[in-house]
């Protein structure tokens, strides 16, 4: 299946923001949406929002709502997510993933851990 | 929607037949959609559409089901199959949610 490739590791504070990049092989967001899911530890997986790169169009879970920004750059075939007044529990590992109604989501990030401690 | 996984914990012997159930808490438009874990990794698409394989998914897992009940069957269970799996509903209308996941251990 496609690999994605995310960035690094992260610690923040409680109270920051930290915004985790995406970067999808070419072609990918003429035709396919991105989503992120995270993943507590130990817990399941949990899906936050996604975006049509070539729409713009974002949606996000209500959980999130109005701390969670998902975009994307066509340029560079990378999209981001920035989630803010982060808490220790939305210590994470967050994956970002290629979705398509046809093919659901069959190509995914390796992760990215977010520590948010003090 | 919300989506149920059951067992939480299914417990086999490799060769064995596993059933894992998956239930909306209504009907839905949406599609479904099965993922495997192993520990430490991504996720990894196994079915779509409720029965369709995805790429390089061997012919032992298989999905079916429709309106609020949902099946992933892995015919004969190999080593590797061990793993946790979960459900998710998706479609052209986010939000989409995942079921809690079913941990199939060995026996």
């Known amino acids: 299946q496609v690999h994605l490739v995310q960035s690094g590791a992260e610690v923040k504070k409680p109270g920051s923001s930290v915004k985790v990049s995406c970067k999808a092989p070419g072609g990918t967001f003429s035709s396919y949406a991105i989503t992120w899911v995270r993943q507590a530890p130990g817990q399941g997986l949990e899906w936050m929002g996604r975006?049509?790169?070539?729409?713009?169009?974002?949606n996000y879970a209500q959980k999130f709502q109005g701390r969670v920004t998902i975009t994307a750059d066509k340029s560079t075939s990378t999209a981001y997510m920035e989630l803010s007044s982060l808490r220790s529990d939305d210590t994470a590992v967050y994956y970002c993933?290629?979705?398509?109604?046809?093919?659901?989501?069959?190509?995914w990030g390796q992760g990215t851990l977010v520590t948010v401690s003090s | 929607i919300v989506l149920t996984q059951s067992p939480g914990t299914l417990s086999l012997s490799p060769g064995e037949r596993a059933t894992l159930s998956c239930r909306a808490s209504?009907?839905?438009?949406?599609?479904l959609a099965w993922y495997q874990q192993k520990p430490g990794q991504a996720p990894r698409l196994l079915i779509y559409?409720?029965?369709s394989r995805a790429t390089g998914i061997p012919d032992r897992f298989s999905g079916s089901g429709s309106g609020t009940d949902f099946t992933l069957t892995i015919s004969r269970l190999e080593p590797e199959d061990f793993a946790v799996y979960y459900c998710q509903q998706y479609g052209s209308s986010p939000p989409y949610t995942f079921g809690q996941g079913t941990k199939l251990e060995i026996k």
């Open positions: 993933a290629r979705e398509r109604v046809d093919t659901a989501m069959d190509g």
């Open positions: 209504q009907s839905s438009s949406s599609y």
């Open positions: 559409g409720t029965s």
């Open positions: 975006i049509i790169p070539m729409l713009g169009i974002a």
